[in-house]
């Protein structure tokens, strides 16, 4: 099983920048797609970016491509989002989630969630 702990969620002004990190606990972390969503007032939640296990490939969905960038750290167990150019509407309680392997599957481990604003 699989723990994960968000953080460095906060407030930035429209055009500043944030980095969020996902800190795993549990045995074969390299292994698991790591992925990142959203979830705004009112709205469902989106995925945002994903990391395949093992290989490590990525895939953003189409609205922060070019802005955003996700990373790992095996040595660490952590996941990072670094967020640039930030927008109002990317204001969200964003998450990390974690699957078995690939990207397509279920994600079946969550964390709690970290608020970022975007706002002037």
């Known amino acids: 099983q699989l723990q994960l702990v968000e953080s460095g969620g906060g407030l930035v002004q429209p055009g500043g920048s944030l980095k969020l990190s996902c800190r795993a606990s549990?045995?074969?972390?390299?292994?698991?797609?790591i992925g990142w969503f959203r979830q705004a007032p009112g709205k469902d939640r989106e995925g945002v970016v994903c990391?395949?296990?093992?290989?490590?490939?990525?895939f953003p969905t189409t609205s922060v491509k070019g802005r955003f960038t996700i990373s790992r750290d095996l040595a660490k167990n952590t996941v990072g989002l670094e967020m640039n150019n930030l927008q109002p509407e990317d204001t969200a309680v964003y998450y990390c989630?974690?699957?078995?392997?690939?990207?397509?599957?279920?994600?079946?481990?969550w964390g709690q969630g970290t608020q970022v604003t975007v706002s002037s």
């Open positions: 990391i395949n296990g093992t290989v490590g490939s990525t």
């Open positions: 989630g974690a699957g078995s392997l690939y990207c397509g599957n279920e994600f079946k481990y």
């Open positions: 549990g045995p074969s972390f390299g292994y698991y797609a």
